[in-house]
């Protein structure tokens, strides 16, 4: 069983950027496929980034590509999520994902662990 706690959320003007940090609890962080997912108000939680075990693969959602960097650090049992260019729309909670099984965790059905997530608002 591993526990998510995530921290770096806020508030930040548009063109902005955030860096969250998902820390995981455990000794076996390296076994989990990590991600990133976010929930605006009134709609369903969305893919953001995933991460594959090594760290060496990773997957963006197309509507966050070439604005967010999903890394880790197997070392320190952290995740992050680097967001750069923020928009509006990006407003959402952001949860942290832990998958045992896939070899990157990319949708909501397949997620072992959630954490409790973190807020992220964009003004304009």
């Known amino acids: 069983q591993v526990q998510l706690v995530e921290s770096g959320g806020g508030v930040v003007q548009a063109g902005g950027s955030l860096r969250l940090s998902c820390a995981a609890s455990?000794?076996?962080?390296?076994?989990?496929?990590m991600g990133w997912f976010r929930q605006a108000p009134g709609k369903e939680r969305e893919f953001v980034a995933a991460?594959?075990?090594?760290?060496?693969?990773?997957y963006t959602a197309n509507s966050v590509k070439g604005r967010f960097t999903i890394s880790r650090e197997n070392g320190k049992n952290t995740v992050y999520l680097q967001m750069n260019s923020l928009k509006p729309e990006d407003t959402a909670v952001y949860y942290c994902a832990a998958d045992q099984d896939s070899i990157l965790v990319n949708h909501r059905t397949s997620v072992d662990y959630w954490g409790k997530g973190t807020l992220v608002t964009v003004s304009s």
């Open positions: 991460v594959s075990r090594s760290g060496g693969t990773t």
């Open positions: 455990g000794r076996t962080f390296s076994s989990y496929a």
